[in-house]
């Protein structure tokens, strides 16, 4: 398994922007497919972008696509989830996830992940 920190999680206006980052540990991080997740309270925890392990396939879940942006740099061991435009819903904690071969249909699944986070706070003010 790899070892995940998630940081640059904080309090935001309506309309503004955060980067949040997740640094791994291990020297196999490139072979991982990874994906970010939120959890707001008293709700589940939703899929919310996945990135393939070479960076080339991305998806990303209805209510954050065109604002999200997920991407990966293998070199620096870390993820990266590019939020614009945020909303007062998107308040969540924010958890990134490191998995190894997934079905597409499971990409959205937590449970095909195997390593996780301890998130990262995103508090959107109306």
């Known amino acids: 398994q790899v070892q995940l920190v998630e940081s640059g999680g904080g309090l935001v206006q309506t309309g503004g922007s955060l980067r949040l980052s997740c640094a791994a540990s291990?020297?196999?991080?490139?072979?991982?497919?990874m994906g970010w997740f939120r959890q707001a309270p008293g709700k589940e925890r939703e899929f919310v972008a996945h990135?393939?392990?070479?960076?080339?396939?991305?998806t990303y879940a209805d209510s954050v696509k065109g604002r999200f942006t997920i991407s990966r740099d293998n070199a620096k061991n870390t993820v990266y989830l590019q939020m614009n435009s945020l909303k007062f819903e998107d308040t969540a904690v924010y958890y990134c996830?490191?998995?190894?071969?997934?079905?597409?249909?499971?990409?959205?699944?937590?449970?095909?992940?195997?390593?996780w986070g301890q998130g990262t706070q995103v508090t959107v003010s109306s």
């Open positions: 996830a490191a998995g190894g071969t997934i079905w597409s249909s499971l990409l959205r699944n937590p449970t095909s992940y195997d390593s």
């Open positions: 291990g020297r196999t991080f490139s072979s991982y497919v």
């Open positions: 990135i393939s392990w070479s960076g080339g396939t991305t």
